[in-house]
Structures are given as structure tokens and as C-alpha cells.
T-cell receptor, first 116, second 112 residues
Framework: DVKVTQSSRYLVKRTGEKVFLECVQD?????MFWYRQDPGLGLRLIYF???????EKGDIPEGYSVSREKKERFSLILESASTNQTSMYLC???????????????FGEGSRLTVL | DAKTTQPPSMDCAEGRAANLPCNHS???????VYWYRQIHSQGPQYIIH???NNETNEMASLIITEDRKSSTLILPHATLRDTAVYYC?????????????FGKGTKLSVKP
């Protein structure tokens, strides 16, 4: 069964702390994504990566960075957490598209981060 | 980038067909329409996608108008477990591979 695994379902951190959210996929997918989800705002794309060591900003990259050192792993980093980063964070992956067609996105279960 | 418009919420009786509309009037010729759903406290789940022709799989049917400016997701016999937020998405042109933008979706409530 294909799987996208996020390291923590629930985290509580303090303002100013550095936060790492880890995501691992076992499908050999090239493309990986980090979204955040907030009530009334839907899913918003933070960063994505289409290859190892490659990354591109999504719609809301401010306050975040990412790391893709291995194909199966995509990490989201909050260098200095703030209360407005309290949210549900979702990781997703997809295979490399053919002819410009994006493949099906597989999502993890999500990581709910609370910043106090 | 093509945007989508969906009603914020819909109700459906259990056992009846649920028809969820989506407007994507600015869709480009090579952009696909995707549907995902998200059940409470879970990650989104892929349902179906299409370009021009109507599509059907074990979960749902997708009807795309001839001008491709709108589509309808049909759950033929809705069950209580289909209660979820349903997202209609158009693949972003010019973005990197696989960049899909989610909007606010439609909250479908299936009632007994």
C-alpha cells in the first residue's frame, strides 16, 4: 500500500523555537509538496520540490524553508516559530508527470502544529 | 492560473446521487480538472481527474462541459462516509510539475 508518512501528528512548540516537520514517501516519487490548511482558507502551498536538492516557493513561503536531501524525504523547517504558524501541515507527493499532466497527489495524514 | 469556484456547502440524502458543481471558466486547453476530498482530520484523497471527456471510476463520475468551463462530480449513491470537503482543482500552467492549487472546496453533508 502506497504511503506518505509525516513524522508527528501533533506538536506543541513555543514562539521562537525551531521546528522540523518530516515527510517520507515510499513510492519513488519525484515531486513532493508542503501545504498548510487553515479554517476558511483551504489548502495553501508553501513549498514544493521536483527533484533532490531542488525546491520552489509556493504561494506562502515566508517564514518557512525546506530541505530535500534524499528523494524519499522532504522536510519543512520553521526557523523561528510564530503563533500565526499554528496550523495543520500536509505533505504530499506525486510521480513525475508526462506531457505536462500532473499525476495523482498522495497526502500524508497531516501534522497539527500549535505555537504558543 | 486557472481558478475554480465551488459552492461552500451542500446537503445530500443518503442513497441519493450527490452532484457537486465546479466553475473553471479560465481553464486553459491543456489543463486538467482534478477532484479530491478530505474527510475530517485526514489528509486529502484523490477521487478522479479529466481533460475533455467524461470519466468514471469506482468512486465517482466526472462530467465536463463541452466548453470545459465547468464540471460536475457525481457520487452516484452517497453514503454517510462521503461526508467531506470536496476540492475541484485545475492544474496550474507554468508552475513546476505537479503544482496543484487547492481552493476552499465544498463541504458535502450526507444526511440519513
Amino acid at each position: 500500500d502506497v504511503k506518505v508518512t509525516q513524522s508527528s501528528r501533533y506538536l506543541v512548540k513555543r514562539t521562537g523555537e525551531k521546528v522540523f516537520l518530516e515527510c517520507v514517501q515510499d513510492m519513488d516519487h519525484e515531486n513532493m509538496f508542503w501545504y498548510r490548511q487553515d479554517p476558511g482558507l483551504g489548502l495553501r502551498l508553501i513549498y514544493f520540490s521536483y527533484d533532490v536538492k531542488m525546491k520552489e516557493k509556493g504561494d506562502i513561503p515566508e517564514g518557512y524553508s525546506v530541505s530535500r536531501e534524499k528523494k524519499e524525504r522532504f522536510s519543512l523547517i520553521l526557523e523561528s516559530a510564530s503563533t500565526n504558524q499554528t496550523s495543520m501541515y500536509l505533505c504530499a507527493s506525486t510521480s513525475s508527470p508526462l506531457a505536462g499532466v500532473a499525476g495523482e497527489l498522495f497526502f500524508g495524514e497531516g501534522s497539527r502544529l500549535t505555537v504558543l | 492560473d486557472a481558478k475554480t469556484t465551488q459552492p461552500p456547502s451542500m446537503d445530500c440524502a443518503e442513497g441519493r446521487a450527490a452532484n457537486l458543481p465546479c466553475n473553471h471558466s479560465t481553464i486553459s486547453g491543456n489543463e486538467y480538472v482534478y477532484w479530491y476530498r478530505q474527510i475530517h482530520s485526514q489528509g486529502p484523497q484523490y477521487i478522479i481527474h479529466g481533460l475533455k471527456n467524461n470519466e468514471t471510476n469506482e468512486m465517482a463520475s466526472l462530467i465536463i462541459t463541452e466548453d470545459r468551463k465547468s464540471s460536475t462530480l457525481i457520487l452516484p449513491h452517497a453514503t454517510l462516509r462521503d461526508t467531506a470537503v470536496y476540492y475541484c482543482i485545475v492544474r496550474v500552467r507554468g508552475g513546476s510539475q505537479g503544482n496543484l492549487i487547492f481552493g476552499k472546496g465544498t463541504k458535502l453533508s450526507v444526511k440519513p
